[in-house]
Nanobody, 126 residues
């Protein structure tokens, strides 16, 4: 059974930073075989792509709304993916979900996701 468990969310002031973590587990699950990414969903809105990293870690892709502010990275030895979020804005307030896609590219779409985490809430106060 594969589990993606997010952590690191919370309340932060506008302009501040947070680092989200996604710890993956499962008997044979290795993030080295998956593109890993982050999506978010704000109240009353659809889930949207935030950023992704390919299986080798050689390529990343970001939504225009977070480009230059957010950075995704992975640590294969720990089966963990991170999302560093800087210069946070009120519109970044959402539940953030970790996602895994078998052999996918960094440019992930929600329809192609194999595994989802349950999410962690990020609230940015302005």
């Amino acid at each position: 059974q594969v589990q993606l468990v997010e952590s690191g969310g919370g309340l932060v002031q506008a302009g501040g930073s947070l680092r989200l973590s996604c710890a993956a587990s499962g008997r044979t699950f290795s993030i080295s075989n998956y593109a890993m990414g982050w999506f978010r969903q704000a109240p009353g809105k659809e889930r949207e792509f935030v950023g992704g990293i390919n299986r080798s870690g050689s390529s990343t892709y970001y939504a225009d709304s977070v480009k230059g502010r957010f950075t995704i990275s992975r640590e294969s030895a720990k089966n963990t993916v991170y999302l560093q979020m800087n210069s946070l804005k009120g519109e970044d307030t959402a539940r953030y979900y970790c996602a895994a896609q078998w052999g996918g590219s960094a440019r992930m779409t929600s329809g192609g996701i194999d595994y989802w985490g349950k999410g962690t809430l990020v609230t940015v106060s302005s």
